[in-house]
Every structure is written in C-alpha cells, then in structure tokens.
C-alpha cells in the first residue's frame, strides 16, 4: 500500500525564535487547486508558517513538502542553494507591502525574474507580462513606475510578478492589509479569479467575509496551534471550539 501523497504537506512544523516558540507540531495538508485560508489574532503564527513552506523563516523541527518533494531538506550549501531556488520558482508569494523595484517599470518589475531564472527571451518575457498583466487588469500601466501607481494597482502587480513564473503554488501573506478600504476589493477581484480557475492557494487574511466566499477550508491559529479547522461554513457559523467563537465574536465586534 503506497503512501497518500498531498500537493502540499507540512509535518509536525515547529519553529522557535530563541526561547519564543512561534509554531508548535503544526500540521497541514493542501490538496492541488484548493484554497486554504489562515484567520488569527497577529502573532499566532501565520506569516511564519506561510514563509516556512519556501524555508524564508526555515523551519526548528518538522518537513515542508511540495509535490511530493521535501523543501527544507539539509544539504550541503550550494546543493542546498540549487534546491531551494528550483523549489521557490514553483511557489508564487505575495507579501503585505508589494516589495516592488520602484526604479524599474510594471514591465521590468514582472519580467526580470522569468527571464533571469528562468532564461526565457526578452520576447517571451513581453508576451508573458501582458498576458499576465491582462489578467489581474494592469496591461494599460505597463509602462508606469510603482510610485505612479495606487497601492492596489501595486499589489495587482505583485500578483501579476508571482503569476509570470507560472507557479503551482500561490500564498498570500495579509495581501489587503495595507491597503485603503476601498482598494482591497479590486486585489479580491483578482484572488477570487484564481480561486475560480483553481489555483492552489494558501491565504493568511483578517478579512472574513472573503475567507467565507473563497476558501475551501480554514484553520483558526493561535500561540502557534492550529486550534480548529474545517470547511468556512463551520468555522464562521458553528464553530466547535470556544475560543475560535470568542476570536470570531472580537473580530466581528471590531469590524462593526
């Protein structure tokens, strides 16, 4: 009998800072084309363990697998180097604050990472650009700089960055967070459409109403535990665990 194997799992996922344990025994399965959604106060972890699965913040203790690959594996530096970067070309990440080069145009920001790993054409890189750009609704703004831009249009740009390396794998870290109220709908515009094209998603958020309409399953964290998991309709409606209730009750109040 053969071994399951998940699109994305992570083993008993421990990471400490000193004497602070940001994560403990985490474990976690994401099946390819789903999307998993992390809710929790800031500090209960998720960042740390949506940058675990590409080894940014490397693990204590536990495995990160994609595809049915180890990430964090322990090797020899540059084998170790060679193994990461091949990994990281799989996994699209799109951080909170956009990260983009301010010196280089929307077509350079989205073009400079395919054609330099990847070393693809200045030609194929253009058409790539566009197409993505095409797609999360940016093309007319290819030749903008990021400090022309709104901070959507920059994270629609970011997105689209991500999206040119054609990854298998798509996290989002707090993605609308920084954002003006009324900029966050049109970065959700673009998650839903991947989410409707069924690209696999692992997405830390705050904001509830989105998780409930995109999400396939959401895990509730807290003090780096996974606390209760399950299908939206049962996290945000009838939770078993009292303090998802009580997280759930503050946030709403909050947002009110």
Excluded at 17 to 46: A, C, H, M, Y
Excluded at 77 to 104: D, S, T
Aim: glycine share 6%; net charge negative.
């Amino acid at each position: 009998m053969t071994e399951e194997k998940h699109f994305v799992e992570i083993r008993h996922a421990k990471k400490s800072f000193g004497t602070l344990e940001v994560l403990k025994d985490i474990n976690l399965t994401v099946e390819r084309g789903q999307i998993v959604g992390i809710i929790g106060s800031s500090g209960s972890g998720k960042s740390t363990l949506l940058r675990a699965i590409n080894d940014l913040d490397p693990l204590s203790g536990g495995e990160v697998w994609l595809d049915g690959v180890q990430v964090n594996k322990s090797l020899p530096h540059r084998q170790y180097e060679k193994h990461i970067n091949a990994m990281r070309q799989q996994v699209g990440m799109v951080f909170q604050h956009f990260n983009l080069f301010p010196h280089l145009t929307v077509r350079d920001n989205v073009t400079m990472a395919p054609k330099l790993l990847k070393g693809i054409s200045n030609d194929e890189a253009e058409t790539l650009a566009r197409e993505q750009l095409e797609h999360v609704g940016m093309l007319e703004k290819i030749d903008a700089f990021p400090s022309q831009l709104s901070g959507g249009q920059k994270q629609r740009v970011a997105i689209a960055r991500a999206l040119a390396m054609k990854p298998k794998l798509m996290l989002f870290d707090e993605a609308t967070s920084a954002l003006d109220p009324e900029l966050v709908e049109e970065v959700n515009q673009v998650m839903k459409k991947l989410a409707e094209e069924h690209m696999t998603m692992i997405i830390v958020t705050h904001e509830m109403d989105f998780a409930a309409s995109v999400c396939d399953r959401v895990l509730f964290m807290e003090k780096g535990v996974v606390v209760e998991e399950g299908p939206p309709e049962v996290i945000f409606k009838n939770p078993e665990k009292q303090r998802t209730r009580e997280f759930l009750r503050k946030h709403i109040e909050g947002a009110a």
